[in-house]
């Protein structure tokens, strides 16, 4: 794969006079638009073995100025970084990609020691040698990948890759009866120190594991991994299981305490808009029942405007006093007949139908 140019790497200026695209000038150096595609790799990073070098050209080291001030295209700046990459996680990766910059075109040779190197010197890993190199492989920063890394790189194995840097973070590693396997590497000015990533590193992923040791081998058993494949014992195993099921009951209580307090918490909210609704209506009830019945209200107004009209249609008509008065003539008298009493009579009368009864009627009762 051709290696980046520094044009790559340059910033990008502002334009002062408005032409450009992007806020770039002519001067920028900037290369031409390029069509949209994937800059990641599509095939796994090679072995060292798989490799074809010619070694009819003499290999002289650059300088690391030289290096800095960029080289050709056909000729890149060769870095080399080692490890051991077990569980690869992003600590590893951010290493890599500091190394694969370091300079502006940089092809970046990536050794990873094996499983007997490692675990005569450093310790047992979780990751065998081909799963380390596999994931290696596959990191998007690395042009070439060596198996069977040397524990202490040899002036031999330097010439042989056509090592320019090695690169690693500057904290001396000790190790193999060594206060730093790279001091001869910085005596020699070979050396680019890279930072490390703190709070990630496989000691700290493993710490994680055995901490939480139960909590992975009960989740490993439920996901239908055997005992023996986890190395777990039969009282260790059931007591796992009843722990599963401990957890389960705690579970679905605390479900349901959690829908219970939904369940209150929606009933209280019903039950204080329900008190708001009836204390609105009381307000409203009272109000209509006051304005009805009250010492002022409506009723009153209508019992008092029923009684003034009463009142007037039963109380008599006073007939005008400058109306003139007429001597009312008495009345004529009227006989009933069948009548037992017989009003007094002049003598006049006696003399017509005497056993008749009759009594006087005025004009006012006759009508």
């Known amino acids: 794969m051709e290696p980046p140019t520094s044009s790559r790497l340059n910033s990008r200026k502002r334009r002062k006079d408005g032409s450009g695209p992007n806020g770039a000038t002519?001067?920028?150096?900037?290369?031409?638009?390029?069509?949209?595609?994937s800059f990641g790799l599509k095939e796994p990073a090679p072995f060292s073995d798989e490799v074809e070098i010619d070694y009819s050209k003499p290999y002289i080291r650059v300088t690391y100025e030289e290096a800095m001030r960029g080289t050709p295209l056909d000729r890149p700046v060769r870095v080399y970084a080692d490890g051991i990459f077990d569980l690869f996680h992003s600590g590893h990766a951010r290493a890599l990609m500091q190394a694969?910059?370091?300079f502006p075109n940089t092809y970046l040779i990536v050794g990873v020691c094996s499983d007997e190197l490692?675990?005569?010197f450093k310790g047992f890993t979780v990751m065998n040698e081909n799963e380390r190199y596999d994931a290696v492989q596959h990191c998007r920063y690395v042009?070439?990948?060596?198996r069977n890394a040397p524990w202490t790189l040899t002036p031999e194995f330097l010439a042989e890759h056509r090592i320019d840097f090695v690169a690693h973070d500057d904290i001396p590693y000790s190790s193999a009866g060594s206060d730093d396997v790279y001091k001869h590497i910085k005596e020699a000015g070979m050396f680019a120190p890279t930072q490390r990533t703190e709070g990630i590193s496989t000691s700290d992923i493993i710490t994680r594991i055995v901490r939480d040791y139960d909590v992975y081998a009960r989740r490993n058993l439920q996901r239908g991994y055997t005992a023996k494949e986890l190395n777990v014992s039969f009282i260790n195993e059931k007591k796992y299981h009843l722990q599963e099921r401990v957890d389960k009951v705690k579970k679905r209580v605390k479900d349901v305490e959690?829908?219970?307090k939904e369940f209150v918490q929606k009933v209280e909210e019903k039950s204080i808009d329900l008190i708001q609704k009836w204390e609105e209506k009381s307000r409203e009830f009272i109000g209509n029942f006051l304005e009805m019945f009250g010492p002022e209200g409506a009723l009153k107004h209508m019992l008092k405007e029923g009684k003034g009209r009463m009142l007037q249609a039963i109380s008599p008509k006073q007939s005008p006093s400058s109306s003139p008065t007429h001597d009312r003539s008495?009345?004529?008298?009227f006989r009933w007949p069948f009548s037992t009493k017989t009003p007094?009579?002049?003598p006049a009368n006696r003399s017509r139908n005497e056993s008749a009864v009759t009594y006087d009627i005025?004009?006012?009762?006759?009508?």
């Open 118 to 120: 490692t675990h005569n």
């Open 100 to 102: 694969k910059n370091l």
């Open 330 to 333: 008495p009345s004529p008298s």
């Open 344 to 346: 007094p009579s002049s």
């Open 258 to 260: 959690e829908k219970s």
């Open 143 to 146: 042009d070439e990948v060596v």
């Open 26 to 37: 002519e001067l920028d150096g900037i290369p031409p638009k390029m069509s949209r595609r």
């Open 362 to 367: 005025s004009e006012d009762e006759e009508d």
